[in-house]
């Protein structure tokens, strides 16, 4: 058998107590195979008979206010059930209930374990661990920086002062390309050829 339910909890300083039928976390079962009703449409037990969950928190003394289930001693919580089924749809879930409390501070941890026992079954242990100030998402404006300032755009350095605007003002050269119109680069500033050498 599985326990289904978060491996982590961050748990936020500004969380208040969880209103009543609410819980942060919720821990369930789940069994082997999926649920199959039978001809009559009946959901049948894969297992009847006495067995315990139990949801320790002692790892979290100091690190925040735990609320469990099931009239718990101190920070352990025993829950006895009788009947498990395939699958985690009609299995029981027991909620837990976290908060922080008058010692806890950002970044304090701990964790909760959750345990079975049954005769005939053999149950995975979870935990949990928590994180108290996990993270948080704001929203906030952004500040310019002191002295910031936009750059001044810088001319290319292939262009000269004395470079002509193309196509020509009141040309009808321009895309695409004609034969009979002058190149950009030939009316701009003449620059001096390459030369090549014969032997």
């Known amino acids: 058998m599985a326990f289904t339910g978060p491996d982590s909890f961050d748990l936020s300083l500004q969380a208040g107590e969880p ?6 976390i919720e821990v369930g079962l789940k069994g082997p195979g999926e649920a199959d009703p039978d001809h009559e449409g009946v959901i049948l037990p ?4 006495k067995y315990t969950v139990t949801i320790d928190a002692t790892g979290l003394e100091g690190v925040a206010d735990v609320d469990l289930p099931c009239d718990a001693d101190g920070l352990v919580a025993v829950c006895t059930e009788y009947e ?6 009609y299995n029981r879930n027991w909620d837990i209930g ?8 950002a970044g304090d941890t ?3 374990t959750v345990t079975g026992e049954g005769e005939g079954l053999e149950f995975t242990e979870h935990g949990i661990d928590v994180l108290v100030g996990g993270p948080e998402f704001r929203m906030r404006a952004l500040t ?6 936009a750059a001044t755009p810088s001319r ?6 004395t470079s002509a605007v193309w196509p020509p003002t009141g040309s009808s050269c321009g895309s695409p390309a004609r034969a009979d119109c002058p190149s950009p680069r030939s009316t701009a500033t003449a620059r001096t050829p390459w030369r090549t050498r014969t032997t």
């Open 19 to 24: 209103a009543e039928g609410e819980a942060q």
């Open 46 to 49: 894969i297992h009847q008979g």
């Open 84 to 89: 498990l089924y395939a699958g985690d749809v």
């Open 98 to 105: 976290l908060a922080p409390g008058a010692e806890s501070e």
């Open 110 to 112: 701990g964790t909760i």
């Open 144 to 149: 310019e920086p002191e002295g910031f300032a």
């Open 156 to 161: 290319p350095r292939w262009a000269s002062a």
